[in-house]
């Protein structure tokens, strides 16, 4: 399944049809994350609105995607003014979702980053080859029961 394929389903989807759905997807090695990451919003219309706005408020607007390296180093890539940039460090490990309790690849943001990203934890899971399935979790009370879901592409050639 390709990005435009699973954007076209998923913009079907209710919220809450994305928890279980995560854990029909494949597991992901570190080997196979190293490159860009090209990511969108996916959901329900009202989610895909709002989220590249809130994103603003919360320090990460113009968010483009991830750099992801295959030792579990990464960066987060945003646009803005058109320019890219990147910030807000990320480490990935192999671990075990929260939200199945299956293998998952487990991204975290470094505690300097400031609230809520020092509290904030990305699941990725394989589409295909070239798709990445994501599920932020605010790891904060009263938000952990609301995973919001997203989508990487690789993208093709590195950011200058």
């Not at 996916?42 to 750099?67: D, H, M, S, Y």
Request: one cysteine or more; charged letters at 20%; proline letters at 6%.
């Amino acid at each position: 399944m390709n990005e435009i394929a699973a954007a076209a389903q998923f913009e079907q989807l209710g919220l809450f049809a994305f928890k279980p759905l995560f854990a029909n997807f494949g597991q992901l090695e570190l080997t196979v994350i190293g490159g860009t990451w090209r990511a969108s919003f996916t959901g329900p219309g009202w989610l895909r609105v709002i989220a590249p706005r809130g994103l603003f408020l919360l320090r990460f607007g113009g968010w483009w995607g991830k750099e992801l390296q295959a030792n579990g180093s990464g960066v987060n890539l945003f646009q803005r003014g058109g320019k890219h940039f990147a910030a807000f460090p990320i480490t990935v490990k192999t671990g075990t979702s929260r939200l199945d309790g299956k293998p998952c690849l487990i991204v975290r943001y470094s505690k300097d980053a400031g609230f809520p990203w020092a509290h904030v934890i990305d699941e990725l899971r394989r589409l295909d080859d070239d798709t990445l399935f994501g599920m932020t979790i605010f790891d904060l009370p009263g938000m952990r029961g609301f995973p919001l879901p997203f989508l990487l592409q690789r993208f093709p050639n590195a950011l200058e």
